[in-house]
């Protein structure tokens, strides 16, 4: 059975950095891509950065413009966990996060075959 499951959400400081970890069981990290994406109070929801399966090579593909240079993915195979690094934090910023596993390959909005429950990110003094 397919899971995901977030955590390191949390309440940061403007300017504040934060790691996101996405614990995938019930499959491989080298068949799945796993992306992130976010979604603020009353807004929908975002793609945010993604990262391609192992067997794809591991590509990154960036979603959205405003976490360019501040915010990046990895993944750490022997644990089949994803993690968002998120540096410069502003308060717009402020959602909750997912992350989804698409088969193989980054497709934006294309369909995900498991979304994980979300963690909370606010950016807030």
């Known amino acids: 059975q397919m899971q995901l499951v977030e955590s390191g959400g949390g309440l940061v400081p403007p300017g504040g950095a934060l790691r996101l970890s996405c614990a995938a069981s019930g499959f491989s990290l080298d068949h799945y891509a796993i992306g992130w994406y976010r979604q603020a109070p009353e807004k929908e929801r975002k793609g945010v950065i993604c990262?391609?399966?192992?067997?794809?090579?591991?590509?990154?593909?960036s979603y959205l413009d405003s976490a360019k240079g501040r915010f990046t993915i990895s993944k750490d195979n022997a644990k089949n966990t994803v993690y968002l690094q998120m540096a410069s934090l502003k308060p717009e910023d402020t959602a909750v996060y997912y992350c989804a596993a698409q088969r193989y390959n980054c497709r934006g909005g294309g369909a995900v075959d498991k979304w994980g429950r979300g963690t909370l990110v606010t950016v807030s003094s």
């Open positions: 990262i391609s399966s192992g067997s794809s090579g591991d590509g990154v593909s």
